[in-house]
């Protein structure tokens, strides 16, 4: 049995919510925003390569490729397809699946983060008998599948894909953790499912101390107080006299600044928080604060509050820059 996967990148999938990068106001899918050092989308590849699965083809629509988050690492296995039109892009990717062997297909939006046990949903397939078998939990359907690459018609597959029909399917319960990112509090929800350990999710960079992750190349005072659990991202300053703490992250390439607390909050990739601030029950984006104990989001224009980070050029400098996915293959 040779199974592959593929993950589709759309515009539809998942709540666009937040800048991927607040400088230039690009809005992107939740999945593609950094989560303690990482995105979904590659820590979905990664449950996937960890599997064993044969390639992982990333299936992008044209109009999102520019929002397209830079993985962490290289992966052999992983292909990026940039294509206009999904639904075909779907068919022809299992075609090319047929063709070279691979007798099974996991399908999955790049909308949540799903664990899974994925032999036995292999087995459980196979049982079924059934051309596709999706996903769910206790809660609601899950955007994963598993199909017979030679048996299943790719208009039954897209049905269900973007149109939530499933024509002869079976359902397979999964127990594992899921997480469907169907909002900014579900971001939040998991790091902190991540800090205590209640999924398979780990920081980014190293454990400093017990519950204190530092990424590389973080600029950490040594009056600033990081207290456990908190994650302090990749090429970030925290600066005199500042306190994190409760589950707090601060992605990669933020500044916060002197005095200020950030408590129970995430502090998104490329964002600045001013002096004296408090921080609390709050995700952070640019000048965007979305307060989650309230359900309010707030727009601050004065920039010296908070605001899109700017990089001065010797900051950067002789960093290490973050792996693409691989050179795309582009189907019109």
């Given amino acids: 049995m040779v199974v592959g996967t593929q993950l589709q990148a759309g515009v539809g999938d998942g709540p666009v919510a937040v800048p991927l990068n607040p400088a230039n ?16 989308l590659e820590r979905m590849v990664q449950l996937f390569l960890a599997s064993d699965a044969e390639c992982v083809s990333l299936l992008v629509d044209s109009r999102t490729l520019h929002l397209l988050p830079e993985f962490r690492q290289s992966y052999s296995k992983v292909d990026l397809v940039v294509a206009g039109d999904l639904a075909l892009a779907i068919g022809q ?15 999955s939006t790049a909308g949540a983060y799903t664990e899974c046990d994925f032999i036995d949903l292999l087995w459980f397939h196979r049982g079924s008998r059934q051309p596709i078998t999706r996903v769910v939990n206790h809660k609601s359907h899950v955007d994963l599948w598993i199909v017979d690459c030679a048996k299943v018609q790719p208009s039954d597959l897209v049905s269900a894909v973007f149109a939530a029909k499933d024509h002869g399917s079976a359902s397979y319960m999964v127990s594992e953790y899921v997480n469907p990112l169907a909002s900014l509090a579900d971001v939040r929800q998991l790091a902190v499912d991540a800090f205590n350990g209640r999924c398979a999710v780990r920081p980014a960079g190293t454990e400093v101390r017990p519950g204190v992750w530092v990424d590389e190349k973080a600029d950490i005072h040594k009056r600033a107080r990081i207290v456990a659990p908190a994650y302090i991202g990749r090429s970030s300053k925290t600066c005199e006299d500042t306190v994190i703490t409760r589950c707090s992250t601060i992605e990669s390439l933020c500044h916060i600044d002197f005095g200020t607390v950030v ?13 004296w601030l408090d921080v609390s029950h709050s995700v952070v984006s640019g000048n965007r604060l979305f307060d989650l104990h309230r359900d309010v989001a707030l727009e601050i224009p004065d920039c010296s509050v908070l605001g899109p980070n700017v990089i001065p050029a010797q900051r ?3 960093e ?13």
């Fill in 25 to 40: 106001d690009r809005l992107a899918p939740l999945a593609f925003v950094e989560i303690l050092g990482c995105s979904v």
């Fill in 93 to 107: 990717t299992l075609k090319s699946y047929c063709e070279n062997g691979i007798d099974y297909a996991l399908v």
């Fill in 263 to 275: 408590e129970d909050s995430s502090v998104l990739s490329r964002s600045y928080v001013g002096i």
């Fill in 316 to 318: 950067t400098k002789g």
């Fill in 320 to 332: 290490t820059s973050l792996a693409p996915v691989s050179s795309p293959l582009v189907l019109d």
